[in-house]
C-alpha cells in the first residue's frame, strides 16, 4: 500500500517530510510564519547536503482551518509517492486531532510545531509530540509574573469558551494563581459571538487574563476592558503573538507568553542568525515566535532523521524521543524520559503603543498537572 511505503528503498531517493499548515481562514495568522519557517528549514539543510546524504523534500498542504479539510488533506500526504517519513506543523488542538491519528495510524510521527494542549500526548498515544510548551507550563509562568513581580492579588478571568485551547489556559491560569495564595474575582466565558454581551461591568482587579485565540476576538476585548475603566496588566498566552496584532496599537500594560521574541534587539545568537537567514529568504516579511517554531519542528525531525541512521518511520519516533539539549531557536529543548513534551522556557513579552519587549524568559517553578 502506498499509505506504508517506505521512502528508504533508494539512497539517492529525497526523504519526505508532510506538514499541515493553514494558509488560509482563522489559523492563517499562525501557521503562514510557522511554514515559512518550515521551507527555510528545509532549505538550509539542502543546501548543505540534506541529511543521511539525501536532499528533503517538503510537502505542504492547506488545512483551511477546518478540520474535515485538515482530515481530507493529511489522508492525502500519507496516500502520496513517496509517502513522508513524518508530518508536523498545526498550531490549533483541535486541528491536530484532525490530523495526527491519521498519522499514528500509519505508523508516522507527527510533531505539532505550535498546538500547546499538553493532553495531546495522551490523546494520541506513542506518535504524537509536541516541539512548543504545553499550555500548563505558559499558564502558570504567567500565574507567577503576575503574583510575583506584578504583585496581583485579585484577578479577572475571561475565556473563549468554543477553542480547548482557550478553555485550558484559563484553567491552569487559576489552578496556579489560586496555589500563590491569589484570589479570582471573577471568570467570564464568551464566544466570538457572544463577546460584546458577556465582557461588560467588571470588577476591579489587579491583573486581567484573558484566554482568547481569535486575533479580533482579542484586540475586541482588550478595548471593552479599557473602556471600562479597568487599567490594571491583561496578561495572555501565545495566541497574543499573532502576526500583525499589535501594528499600530495604542495598547498598553498587555503581556502575553510566548515561545520566543525575535525582536531586532534580542542579542541572542541564535536569534540574530535566524533574523539574518530569514530575511534573505522573506525580505517582505518579518518572523515571529510562530515563525521560528516551524523552523525548530522541522529542524527536529532533521535531527531525528539524522540520528536514526535510516529514515524509517518507526526509528525516526524512537530518535525524537531521545533528543536532549536540541538548541533551537525557540530555546534549548530535551524530551524527558517518558514525555513526549518538551522542557523548555516561556518568553514574557510587553506590549506598549504598538511596540514589544522581552521582560524575561520564565521556567515555572510550579506547573499544575495536565
Given amino acids: 500500500m502506498a499509505l506504508l511505503a517506505s521512502s528508504t528503498t533508494f539512497a539517492d531517493e529525497p526523504i519526505v517530510l508532510g506538514a499541515l499548515y493553514n494558509s488560509t481562514g482563522q489559523q492563517a495568522g499562525l501557521d503562514i510564519p510557522s511554514a515559512q519557517g518550515a521551507r ?19 510537502k505542504i498542504e492547506n488545512g483551511q482551518s477546518k478540520p474535515d479539510v485538515v482530515k481530507a488533506r493529511t489522508a492525502a500526504l500519507l496516500a ?58 505558559q499558564a502558570a509562568a504567567a500565574a507567577e509574573w503576575a ?73 475586541k476585548a482588550v478595548r471593552m476592558i479599557r473602556s471600562s475603566g479597568l487599567d490594571c496588566p491583561i496578561v495572555g498566552g501565545d495566541s497574543f503573538d499573532s502576526a500583525g496584532l499589535w501594528e499600530g496599537s495604542d495598547a498598553k500594560c498587555i503581556y502575553y507568553t510566548t515561545h520566543a521574541y525575535l525582536g531586532e534587539n534580542n542579542p541572542n545568537p541564535r536569534v540574530v542568525a535566524f533574523r539574518k537567514a530569514f530575511a534573505a529568504a522573506y525580505p ?22 539524522e540520528q536514526s541512521q535510516t529514515a524509517d518511520p518507526e526509528d525516526i519516533r524512537r530518535a525524537l524521543a531521545g533528543i536532549h539539549r536540541f538548541e533551537g531557536v525557540t530555546g534549548t529543548l530535551s524530551y524527558p524520559k517518558g514525555s ?10 510587553e506590549v506598549t503603543g504598538g511596540k514589544l519587549r522581552l521582560v524575561r524568559e520564565v521556567m515555572p517553578k510550579g506547573v499544575p498537572a495536565p
Fill in 147 to 219: 503574583h510575583g513581580d506584578g504583585q496581583a492579588r485579585k484577578a479577572l478571568v475571561l475565556y473563549d469558551s468554543s477553542h480547548e485551547y482557550t478553555r485550558l489556559l484559563q484553567k491552569y491560569f487559576r489552578e496556579r494563581f489560586t496555589q500563590l495564595g491569589g484570589e479570582i474575582a471573577d471568570e467570564r466565558s464568551f464566544t466570538s459571538d457572544t463577546l460584546e454581551q458577556t465582557l461588560e461591568q467588571f470588577p476591579n482587579v489587579d491583573v486581567v487574563f484573558l484566554s482568547a485565540e481569535v486575533p479580533a476576538d482579542i484586540q
Fill in 40 to 58: 527555510l528549514a528545509v532549505d538550509q539543510t539542502n543546501k548543505h547536503g540534506g541529511v543521511l546524504n539525501r536532499q528533503i523534500v517538503l
Fill in 340 to 349: 513526549r513534551i518538551p522542557t523548555k522556557s516561556v518568553s514574557l513579552i
Fill in 80 to 137: 502520496s509517492s513517496p509517502a513522508p517519513v513524518a508530518l508536523f506543523g498545526l498550531s490549533d488542538t483541535d486541528l491536530v486531532l484532525a490530523s495526527a491519528p491519521l498519522a499514528a495510524k500509519a505508523n508516522r510521527v507527527f510533531l505539532t510545531s505550535g498546538a500547546t494542549s499538553p493532553l495531546l500526548p495522551a490523546e494520541v498515544p506513542e506518535y504524537l509530540y509536541l516541539a512548543c510548551f504545553g499550555d500548563n507550563v
Fill in 284 to 305: 517582505d516579511a518579518t518572523p515571529d515566535a510562530f515563525t521560528a517554531l516551524g523552523y525548530d519542528a522541522t529542524r527536529l525531525l532533521v535531527r531525528a532523521i
